[in-house]
Structures are given as structure tokens and as C-alpha cells.
């Protein structure tokens, strides 16, 4: 497998070159050699034959990320968190034309965890829910990609669930269906994610919580494997985990 890595000077790119000798050229703001690796500045220019497309970057370049695979119409895995609606519908409309990973975590535990948040929510209905993400000070997206994942856990299972992010304007106590977000952003903390079912006199809470970035790379390599061998369509980290 001869993978294009987007982001290839980034922390989570470095972190992918750490777990594979298989990436053959990548994308980056400035064109130079990583370890003998071609690091292209114009997705134009690229000249390298490659059999996916991994997007580790940042929101602000993904558009032109999907007009890249749509042009040489290879498949795509998606890494990149902090996507918006529009973006996302973008993703589903190529989709058509080529095959996409696209999830918004790749740790194969955060997905599992998914699941469990959603088989809890319909076994617990009367308890409140509260989601709690924790990660470095250098993230610029908030809440993170994996939080709002969560959230649309419980959503699928509670469909009258609204979102809170900010109770500080608010002056009455909580409403039944509200699913508070809170964010922390300090220090190295690589990931933390928590929810929060509280009912009368018990409480139980689910944790996840990420020892470095290599869980994430690995997932996504594991994501490229599979999505190589797929049909046109969107996919997610499920999919790859049922294989």
C-alpha cells in the first residue's frame, strides 16, 4: 500500500511516519524532503503514483483535500477534525465517486465507547447526561470532533437531546433534555473524554483517555488498508473495525 499523507509535517504526520514505512509523498504548507519522503506545497504538482489519500491537516485546507482525490480518484481517509455541515456534505457528495473513511476518531476504544454511550442512554432513560473533553492547550477546535461523536450517541437514542454548551446566561435549572458540553484545554493532555449518566443517588460515568497520539495514526492506517479494497461510499472507523 502507497499512501499520500496531507499534513505529513504536522504532529499527527510525524506520528504516522513513525508507524509506517509506507507512505511514498506528502502535502504540507512548504515543499522540502522528509526523510527522503517528497513534500509537495501545490497538490498540482504532485507526481508520485499512490493507492489513498490520508488527510491528517487542519479544516482550513480540507476542500482542497477532496478536490485533490476527486481529480486522480483515489480513496480517501479523513482525519481531519472540526468540520463543518458544509464540509461534511461535500465529503458525502464525493463519496459517490470514490471511497472515504471519514470519522471524527480513529482510536478503535473512542469507538467502541460510541456504542456503549448509545446502548447506556437507551437503558438509562431517566438519567441526565453530561459530556466532558479534556485535550492540550495547542487544539484550536472546540468542543472536539469526538464529543460532538458522542453527543450524536446519545442523539440517536434520545432524539429530543439538545446540546449545551454554556449555562453562564442561563438562570433556571436543567432542563431534562439538555446534554452539557464542557471543554478543558491545558497542558499536553493528548485526549480525555468523559459522559456522565446521573440519576437519583447514583451516578455512572464512562472514560476514554488517549496515552499518546499513536492510537489515532494507527487506527487511520488500519482505516487506509481497508478503504483500498472498498467499493465507492462512506465509511467510518466502525466499518473498518468490522472489517
Known sequence: MR?????????????????????VAGYASESKYINGIKVYDKFEDVAEEFDVIL?????????DVLCFAKRVKKPLVI?????????????????????IVYSKNFS??????????????K??????????????????DAPSGTAKML???VKEERENAEAV????????KRKAEEVGISVVRAGSIVGEHSVIFAGLDEVLEIKHQAGSKKI?????????????????GIYDMKDVMRG
Do not use: W
Open 55 to 63: 488527510d491528517f491537516s487542519n479544516r482550513n485546507i480540507t476542500n
Open 3 to 23: 499512501i499520500f499523507l496531507v499534513g505529513i509535517t504536522g504532529a499527527m504526520g510525524s506520528t504516522v511516519l513513525s508507524l509506517t514505512n509506507e507512505v
Open 79 to 99: 482525519a481531519t477534525t472540526g468540520l463543518d455541515s458544509e464540509i461534511e456534505g461535500k465529503i458525502l457528495e464525493l463519496s459517490k465517486e470514490i471511497s
Open 151 to 153: 453527543f450524536d450517541s
Open 123 to 140: 437503558a438509562l432513560k431517566e438519567f441526565d447526561i453530561e459530556i466532558i473533553e479534556k485535550h492540550h492547550n495547542q487544539k484550536v
Open 216 to 232: 489515532f495514526a494507527s487506527g487511520a492506517l488500519k482505516a487506509c488498508e481497508f478503504i483500498v479494497e472498498r467499493s465507492n
Open 108 to 121: 478503535m476504544g473512542m469507538n467502541v465507547m460510541s456504542e456503549v454511550v448509545k446502548v447506556l442512554t
Open 165 to 172: 454548551y454554556d449555562r453562564t446566561q442561563m438562570s433556571e
